[in-house]
């Protein structure tokens, strides 16, 4: 996911204060030659690229993980600021969208049982 340079503390405060996932040191070879951050929780390893030029991201590209209880994490999610977006039905799942402070999207999807 690529955010605007100079933008790291708000990077930090996004996916390390609410989204919960732990900042974990990159390579040498890769932070020796981007500006980047990367997060990490349980199999999820999220890279943040914060060197120039940056555009607004497309809504149409994002991150998806599936959890449970998204009603939850909608609460959760609202109660810290963060902007939510209802998501297109699709009838075996509930999908909800964050935005992080630079437009990007990122998605819960919880399954339907059938």
Do not use: C
């Amino acid at each position: 996911m690529a955010v605007p340079a100079g933008e790291n503390e708000k990077v930090r405060a996004f996916y390390n204060g609410i989204l919960g996932l732990k900042e974990v040191t990159p390579p040498e070879a890769a932070s020796g030659a981007y500006d980047i951050l990367w997060f990490q929780r349980l199999d999820i390893l999220l890279h943040i690229h914060l060197s120039p030029p940056w555009v607004k991201p497309a809504e149409n590209r994002h991150v998806a993980v599936e959890v449970s209880n998204i009603r939850a994490i909608k609460e959760y999610l609202e109660e810290q600021g963060a902007e939510t977006r209802e998501a297109v039905i699709i009838p075996d799942r509930v999908r909800l969208y964050v935005l992080d402070p630079f437009g990007n999207y990122f998605a819960f999807i919880e399954m339907k049982s059938v």
